[in-house]
């Protein structure tokens, strides 16, 4: 008998991106969700919608795409979340995000705690917890995991949403964080992305927060993994960059569905991981369709 796919909760922001080339879903959980489901893995999003048409469109896409929406709530009087995204010549995305909707107020009901008792991993950003009530349910949630989850932090420093002793307190609570090479720089020593820190970066980010496995990506240039005070380093490989909005998060999902499998080696891994992000980024929005096999 064939054992389940692994359970993967995915916690935060769903919400539409209003791009140049139209709308597309997104926010951070939900994309996750979305590339870890084609990953043969079992994502749960725990968010919130509103009873409007946007949230509407958002939950039918959702069953499309065979995503789960048990644990997305749908709320009165409060809008369905979207974010106006401006693309730049080099492809890099630049993010106005509309306060006080849906997503800022996720409930976290008896139902969602008895299946995260048996979950095998939870992936939580820092962008969802910029109201009181989000920080409140993921903690109930990450009580409600057990002890050996994976805990997976995405940090997602967007100002003015980028406050860094919340960042340091969420990434505390994690047994693996990823972060972009800005943002490693930002949390390990105050200054600015400097090309060849990614290594001296992630051990000062261990330091810190007493996690052991840190993962930085540097766009172009490829991401690294430090594990148990090993480190990895992957090169990028050169793409056509049409957007990179996503291209984080889908990394993440193949970073956990990869551990999840506990088949491959972290070199491989972290392979994975770097090539879906920038297939990723060579196409529109965070959510393409996918044209190939994964190695699953």
């Known amino acids: 008998m064939n054992a389940p796919p ?40 725990v968010s919130a919608v509103g009873r409007d048409v946007l949230g509407d469109e958002l939950l039918r896409r959702c069953a499309a795409w065979s ?30 995000i509309t306060p006080d909707v849906a997503w800022d107020r996720i409930a976290v009901t008896d139902a969602t705690l008895r299946t995260a008792a048996r979950a095998d991993a939870i992936i939580f950003g820092s962008l969802a917890q910029r109201s009181v009530a989000n920080r409140s349910a993921l903690d109930r949630l990450l009580a409600a995991l057990p002890a050996g989850a994976l805990r997976v932090f995405d940090a997602n420093l967007r100002p003015p949403y980028d406050d ?11 047994t693996l964080i990823k972060v972009n090479s800005t943002e490693a720089a930002r949390l390990a020593t105050g200054g600015a992305d400097t090309p060849g820190s990614e290594e001296a970066h992630a051990r000062a980010l261990a330091g810190q927060t007493g996690c052991n496995t840190i993962v930085v990506t ?3 240039r490829g991401a690294g993994l430090l594990r148990g005070g090993h480190w990895l380093w992957e090169p990028g490989r050169p793409v056509t960059v049409v957007d990179t909005v996503g291209a984080g998060d889908s990394f993440v999902a193949s970073l956990v569905a990869h551990l999840l499998a506990g088949k491959f080696s972290d070199k491989e891994i972290l392979a994975h991981a770097c090539r879906l992000g920038e297939w990723v980024a060579s196409r529109s929005g965070a959510t393409p369709a996918y044209n190939f096999s994964l190695p699953l």
């Open 164 to 174: 860094l002793a919340l960042v340091r307190e969420l990434a505390r609570k994690a």
């Open 218 to 220: 540097a766009g172009g």
């Open 67 to 96: 995503l789960s929406t048990e644990h997305i709530a749908r709320l009165e009087g409060v809008s369905t979340g979207y974010v106006r995204v401006t693309v730049g010549a080099n492809g890099d995305a630049m993010f106005d």
């Open 6 to 45: 692994p359970l993967v909760f995915c916690f935060g922001e769903i919400l539409w991106d209003f791009l140049p080339d139209g709308l597309f879903l997104g926010g951070a959980s939900l994309n996750a969700a979305y590339h870890l489901n084609r990953h043969a893995t079992n994502a749960q999003v």
